[in-house]
């Protein structure tokens, strides 16, 4: 009797959510199909092989950033080395910029070195800078599911072969999941992407998307194009499905098992220069480029990007904390129902919500919500934590879903035996055993809705600030050295935000005696 | 407690979230935000209208503000719409989605820059220019002319925007009206022929220049402002300005009133406030945009409609030549 009222909760909640997050962007559809004038929707062969070219860029995106991305995984995460818990934060930092504001830096990093830089207007360009923003994806994928390994996996490997063979017939293939996913990830990232494709003159799918909106204002051509880039993403994840289904995002925490971590021993020197570089390359590059670009300036210009940014600086907080809670809420939900109790829609609405191009989703969020009965949603930031939802709490979903396949269902059957309530169960029992993934899943959620732009800029209720709009749109004819010093700022503020809720994740965690 | 935290949380964001004052006014801008902000900061600590703006990005090529005013038709949220240039007034227009509005201000500014209806009304100008660097090439050796863009010993070492966006498309939409299909197709082919690097807009353009990467390009008169205060090795010229020349483009800013906005009263006290001699003369000393009213006062340096030759230009024509050579321009940056 409970479990069906459970059922019945689930669904109407699942309705709610798919009504709520869903429903605008199948009333955009809708209206498309409705309003269509031309019979065909085969496009044609010139779009073919831009979609083809545009998936041979993203892929190799994708091979490189997996590559790099997985080595820095196991190193970081399976290997004890003086320094490498410090290498692995600072890798992170690539996540906290904006791809725009990375392929200016990053050209403008070149100039001051080379004093040229034509060669980075290329296909090549833009692949360097993708994988050196996606390449941390895979590193936290790769490495939390190493993280995972039980040791006594990896003992026996060692004591019957060498430790090279452990890596490749046992390790590896135990994270197969994990990293086919980030390859996914990175490859859906890469082919979404507008701003640096257009910024380095590169002309791929997204950007002729964005030429049919910006250029053409041509809505059903737009939309339709955004449909192809759409079934190309899904049926791309749908080939390998079952990994999303069952793979694990994130294995946080261990959950009674332990890992085994190894010295390093050879090589030593080889791979701290090797990290070094990378190092140099991923960061130091292009944040010594924002440096100096905001110190070249007639004059200091700190003072006026703190004031500029001081009235968004606490909406922006304010809105991704918001967005990070909702996401944390709505994944919650969807993985809880998917592995409890099998509703699969919410969880497919939210890869089809992920996959759909920014300025597509802002448009539906538009008109869906620009009516007199929902003018509260529409005139108010509320539409934008919509926003924040639907692009990012499909990652949540991973991430929680993972947390909660390592709790055995056992564990709450006992609770409900002994005639603890629902409500109990999941405060004192599923939640707390959860911590450590929900803690995560806002951290990272926080992230991403600090930096969203895509949708931000096509929702925000007029007369609002928000840092990444802030920045962007002044950069358009501030001086550099303004431009480059609200990037730093932005880039401080945010990693100060996450210290903070680093530190109260940490005590989270104490309370709760996780560990 | 943590249940009720998280209540009042939810309550502070809903409540947070819908305030907004009826005293107010709506504007979208494609305005760079660094020159439009002040501008209408100054309307609201005078009139006590409260100014809710949304501005644009270069990194989304201005999506945002036209996508959201033709998504927002059946429901509009905009009061006044302020471009940088009167092609998206002219789109928005032909989509029914502005309103006639003759100010009072109007009056003053020449009928040359007034939609027919009233549907959109320039002011301040901007021109397009040739920005160059002045450590590479002398003033003397630079082209005196669009034409001159072809001659070969600038190959490779000249930029422009992106033609299917902002001005440069404004630009060579109103040399294709000016000069008629064949003989523009075939300069656009010369151009190519000749090299020319095409940048990601007309800030690319500047900084290009700037860096010393390029000889010339062409751009704004606000960029090429810009330009001259960050960097003295920079300066700009006006092409075309023999007697027998085309001129050059000269683009104002272009004001509409939406239809069925919620706020029309502001809008048009807005639109009033903008189009004036103050506003004018704000925007001349912020970034070189030339006043359209006459005995505007204007900062020594700065250009005049008085001492340029302009291009004669219908506006109006021009944007449907714009919307008609879109796909053609797309073919040539393709190839």
Redesign the interface.
Known sequence: MVRKITLIVHYIISALLAFILGAPLVLLLFNWVINRKEPSFLPDSGLLFLIGSSLLLSTTVAVIATIVGTSCGFLFYKIKSNGFPTYHNILVIPLLISP?IFAVAWRDAL?LLFG???SIYSIWGVIIVHVIIFFPIVMLITGSALSSIHSTLEEAGVVITSFKKTVLRIILPLIKHSITLSFLLVLIFSLTD??VP????V?TFTTEI??Q?????N?QQAIEQSIILLLVSCSLILLQFRYLAKSPVFAIGQKGSSSKCHELTKGKKWIHSSIAFLIIVTIIFPVFILIYQSLS?SHSYFIEALVSLKGAIGKSFFLAF?GA?LITAVAMFTSYAELRSDIRLPGAMLLFLFVTPS?VL??AY??FY???ATA?V?????VI?LGYAARFSFIAHKIIGNGLKQIPLSMEESGELVGINTYKRYTKLLIPLLTPSLVTTFLLSFILCLNE??TT???????TELMP?KV?????????ALTSTMTLVNLIVILLAILIFYYFGKRIKTRFHYD | MLRRGFLALIAFVFFSCGKGTKNEVVVYCTVDQVFSEPILKDFQSKTGITVRPVFDTEETKSTGVMNRLLAEQNNPQCDVFWSGDPVRNIVLKSRGITDAYNAKATRQIPAYFKDSDDHWTGFSARARVLIYNKKLIKKDSLPKGLNDLTLKHFKGRFAIANPLFGTTTFQIAALFTEWGDDKAKQWMSLLKRNAVIIASSNGDVKKRTMTGEILFGLTDTDDAFEAMKESADVDFIFLDQQPESTGTLVMPNALSIIKKSPNQENGKKLMEYLLSKETEAKLAKSCAQMPLIKGTEVPEGIPSLDRIIPMKVNYDETAKVLQEIQPWLKQWLEK
């Open positions: 725009y100039y040229q830089y034509a507008f701003s257009a910024f380095f003159g002309r964005f030429t909106f910006a250029a053409f204002y809505y300036g918001c809670l300025t802002g448009i538009i008109y620009n009516t007199s509260f529409y005139a108010s930031p509320i934590i732009l895509g800029i096509m929702v925000y209720p007029p007369g709009l962007y749109t002044i950069s358009a004819n501030a001086p550099v």
